[in-house]
């Protein structure tokens, strides 16, 4: 049972190029999320969907897309990377249980754009 | 505007000791407060919660308190062992919604 898995687990980008951050859960999980985790931050919620189809926009969506075309799957795309997107990003996925206990997060891809 | 707020970047405890974490919050909608640990290169881990309508959870060496009227959690560990070593995230739920918003994050560091 691998739970939440990520890929890559690290990236470096140059400034205006474009690329897809993977998360893939084992778990039949309907709900899955994306966050990044900044220094002073933490942990900031930048889009979710509660099942395949459906997706929406977390605290800090612009310059991300996503989309839920599968129950396991949640890519994040960089539509034309930034230096402000360096981060470390973390997927999670949920059974729903509306209490948020429920969390198992990947092991983190640490993107770096220079 | 950081509606879970954890004032204090860093905490050094001795081994055996009490560690206290804090956390402030400002939303009145949240239905559950949430600790998750971190170890560096891995993700967040769920530790425990506790409901809003409750004011103490306790889980072994872990105790969550909540104070509503403060609008402040706090995080007991008793006694503190030098695998606790790691970065704490408190955590709000919001009621009906499958949304959860972090803290920023205390590292806590326990010295033998």
């Known amino acids: 049972n691998a739970g939440v898995t990520q890929t890559p687990k690290f990236q470096v980008l140059k400034t205006g190029q474009s690329m897809t951050l993977q998360c893939a859960q084992d778990?039949?999980?309907?709900?899955m999320s994306w966050y990044r985790q900044d220094p002073g931050m933490g942990l900031r919620l930048i889009h979710y969907s509660v099942g395949a189809g459906i997706t929406d926009q977390g605290e800090v969506p612009n310059g991300y897309n996503v989309s839920r075309s599968t129950t396991e799957d949640f890519p994040l795309r960089l539509l034309s990377a930034a230096p402000s997107q360096t981060s470390v990003y973390f997927c999670?996925?949920?059974?729903?249980?509306?209490?948020?206990?429920?969390?198992?997060f990947g092991s983190g891809t640490r993107l770096t754009v220079v | 505007d950081q509606q879970v707020k954890q004032n204090s970047p860093s905490l050094s405890v001795q081994e055996g000791r009490i560690s206290i974490l804090n956390c402030d919050y400002t939303n009145s909608m949240f239905d559950y407060f949430l600790w998750y640990k971190k170890y560096p290169a891995e993700g967040p881990t769920f530790l425990i919660s506790?409901?809003?309508?409750?004011d103490k959870n306790e889980d072994g060496r872990f105790t969550v308190f909540l104070n509503k009227s403060a609008k402040h959690l706090s995080l007991h560990i008793v006694p503190s062992q030098p695998g606790d070593s790691a970065v704490y995230f408190c955590a709000a739920h919001f009621q009906g919604a499958q949304k959860l918003v972090f803290g920023q994050g205390t590292r806590l560091t326990i010295n033998p």
């Open positions: 778990m039949n999980h309907e709900y």
């Open positions: 506790i409901s809003s309508i409750k």
């Open positions: 999670a996925s949920s059974y729903g249980g509306g209490r948020g206990d429920g969390y198992t």
